[in-house]
């Protein structure tokens, strides 16, 4: 069974820090995507990287997917309180898609 | 932007019964899934549907859980007798291709609530 491992599982910071979530695989995904979650919803795609050491930015959030394919970060920078939510990288195996473990951050003004 | 349509949004029912969760998938997809996520757990697989069929399924899909597509529209999950454990909040999900790359869309799912 194919194992995403976050970290931190959870993050609380003031606005303005910086900060990075870690996405840990010891199996390559032929693609990684990364979600946010917010309460009492469904997860919302935020990026989908493909090839290996590609680095995708949006807005203020940096993507980085690991050159082997293993892993993947998420960087912000000057978290904002909109950012609060569950970040949850997926990695694709065929049919589905295997969820990490949840990042929650929670950023106070 | 389109979305998957899930109902209801809550479902309270007692262990042994029946349920059904509804989605109404976004209509020109043709990939369908089915995810949960138990509390402060993570959200797991439960099944993938393509071309009127069962794709994959994980082992938390026994013999308790069905899917239907019943009428071109409707991606249904049944869980025939439903136990204490399967309390979690179902996510349906479609795409247009499939994994591999493709954005999957999410519903805002059910929170079953088994007593």
């Known amino acids: 069974t194919q194992l995403l491992e976050q970290s931190p599982q959870f993050l609380s910071i003031q606005e303005g820090e910086n900060l990075t979530v870690y996405c840990n695989s010891s199996s390559v995904f032929s693609s990684l995507q990364w979600y946010r979650q917010e309460p009492g919803e469904g997860p919302v795609l935020l990026v989908t990287v493909v090839t290996g050491g590609e680095v995708k930015k949006l807005k203020r959030l940096t993507f980085q997917f690991g050159d082997a394919r293993k892993d993947s970060s998420l960087h912000i920078t000057a978290a904002q309180p909109g950012d609060t939510g569950l970040y949850l990288c997926?990695?694709?195996?065929?049919?589905?898609?295997?969820f990490g473990t949840g990042t929650r951050l929670q950023v106070f003004p | 932007e389109p979305e998957v349509t899930q109902t209801p949004s809550h479902q309270v029912t007692q262990m042994g019964q029946e349920v059904i969760l509804r989605c109404v998938p976004i209509s020109n997809h043709l990939y369908f899934y089915w995810y949960r996520q138990i509390l402060g757990q993570k959200v797991e697989f439960l099944v993938s549907f393509y071309n009127n069929e069962i794709s994959e399924k994980s082992e938390i899909f026994d013999d308790q859980f069905s899917v239907e597509r019943p009428d071109g529209s409707n991606f249904t999950l049944k869980i025939r007798s439903t136990k204490l454990e399967d309390s979690a909040m179902y996510f349906c999900?479609?795409?247009?291709f499939g994994t591999g790359g493709e954005k999957l869309f999410f519903g805002s799912g059910t929170q079953l609530s088994v007593l």
């Open positions: 997926a990695g694709d195996d065929t049919d589905k898609l295997i």
């Open positions: 999900a479609s795409s247009v």
